[in-house]
């Protein structure tokens, strides 16, 4: 099995034995999809026919991976591998089984009211509930939605490719003509200083300017042709890659959603992913391109409060919408250097909190135009971050990490649990109790007890 490391690079899996055999037992069918990798992508395409069963009921889905949970009035939601998603409603004691359709990882959950949610996960899945989280439905299959995207891109890349071979055919015979021109300004040059001998170098002057002046064309359009060569190979590329996937089709995992209202949502996920409805999920539409991603980083988590809103991802990359998510700004980065972000949340209007990597935690007041560094010593990766309260903030990671605040998220109690499993999601029960939930399941923490 594959995990991120604190460098953010992809390995296999050296966690500690109790951690390897649970995720061995467990994952056969699916990776973690919190610590995302490349072989999840892979197994994607392996497990498409499986992941579309529904989910096999289970006595221990308490305990089994779970990815995010969400509460909703006095329920609470959870979602995690093999299609498990489970709904408790005596704060986290006891669990039931939903309806699920597809035993695909789900990797994230948010309702936008007590009765309507959305969850999201491998092989591109978009499910939807309308009952509170007891029945879930697929809105979007991610492979045929991939599948068709795939497909609709074909004739255009087809026409991009046509085009640029024609301007390079075009480029091609302008240097040829350029190589005749320069070789009869050249005698005219020779000529010219073999008469200038006799007379003035006026003219020498001359014919030597016009070659020179040639010479700079012919060295911009040489230039034009390597760049269209470039070009010409880019788009073979991408088309070669649309045809296959007709065949052998791979969804990227979704790893966030979150919805204005019951018509506006986005999801975000890897290799830059990004989906967005305004039909309440009838529909999606791929919006990629409205980010400044070329590398197709990781977008690992989305939130937002109205017309403004965050996206958080690989490579230190913080995006910001003031319009709804219609266009975006790429924030500088509070941590460049160090990696990723698995984590964001707006505290109010201009106050946002990120973590990610390594466990480095910042705090802006001013939209994300500057950061100031949060202090801890765990250095664990932080998976997510949720507000109690605007006081009281909780943040989970790697191997046990459990972090607590109590000034709205200026400074951190540090806690690493007894288990040391990876905490991949939190939030607070009716009764105050925390519900921790990641690689061992559900954990229920109360308070007294930090």
Not at 10 to 33: E, F, G, H, T
Not at 234 to 242: N, T, Y
Request: with cysteine; aromatic share 6%; glycine share 8%.
């Amino acid at each position: 099995m594959y995990y991120k490391d604190d460098s953010g690079h992809i390995r296999m899996n050296k966690k500690p034995a109790s951690y390897s055999a649970l995720v061995s037992k467990l994952c056969r069918a699916s990776s973690i999809a919190l610590l995302m990798t490349t072989a999840a992508i892979v197994h994607a395409q392996e497990t498409a026919i499986s992941s579309q069963k529904p989910a096999i009921k289970s006595e221990k889905i308490a305990q089994s991976l779970l990815q995010d949970i969400a509460r909703v009035g006095d329920r609470l939601v959870v979602v995690g591998e093999r299609g498990h998603i489970a709904i408790s409603e005596d704060n986290g004691k006891t669990w039931q089984q939903a309806e699920v359709p597809t035993r695909a990882m789900m990797n994230a959950v948010f309702f936008i009211s007590e009765s309507e949610g959305w969850a999201v996960g491998h092989d591109g899945l978009v499910l939807h509930t309308t009952d509170g989280g007891k029945v879930w439905t697929i809105q979007l299959d991610g492979l045929k939605f991939t599948r068709k995207l795939k497909a609709d891109s074909i004739p255009v890349l087809e026409a991009k490719l046509k085009e640029l071979e024609v301007n390079k055919k075009a480029a091609e015979d302008q240097l040829d003509g350029m190589d005749a021109s320069e070789a009869a300004a050249t005698n005219s040059a020779d000529n010219a200083s073999s008469a200038a001998e006799d007379s003035s170098e006026t003219e020498s002057d001359i014919a030597e300017s016009d070659v020179d002046a040639a010479d700079s064309a012919h060295e911009q359009v040489e230039a034009m042709v390597s760049e269209l060569d470039d070009k010409i190979a880019d788009i073979e590329s991408e088309l070669s890659d649309a045809k296959a996937a007709l065949v052998n089709t791979v969804a990227n995992p979704l790893m966030d959603v979150w919805f204005r209202d019951a018509q506006t949502g986005f999801a975000v996920g890897a290799f830059g992913e990004m989906i967005t409805t305004q039909d309440g999920g009838a529909t999606w539409t791929n919006v990629a391109e409205r980010l400044n991603n070329p590398d197709r980083n990781h977008l690992n988590a989305i939130v937002g409060q109205g017309d403004l809103m965050y996206i958080a991802g690989e490579a230190g990359h913080v995006f910001r919408s003031t319009d709804g998510g219609k266009s975006w700004a790429q924030l500088e980065s509070p941590d460049p250097e160090n990696g990723s972000f698995f984590a964001i949340n707006i505290i109010s209007g201009n106050e946002v909190f990120i973590a990610g990597l390594r466990g480095v935690m910042y705090r802006s007041v001013d939209r994300g135009d500057s950061w100031k560094q949060i202090t801890e010593t765990l250095h664990k990766n932080i998976n997510a971050a949720y507000f109690v309260d605007k006081d009281t903030v909780l943040a989970v990671g790697n191997d046990g990490a459990f972090f607590r605040s109590r000034d709205g998220g200026r400074t951190f109690q540090e806690n690493i649990r007894k288990n040391r499993l990876t905490i991949a999601s939190a939030a607070a029960a009716a009764n105050g109790d925390y519900i921790l939930v990641g690689a061992g399941g559900v954990e229920i923490v109360p308070p007294a007890s930090l």
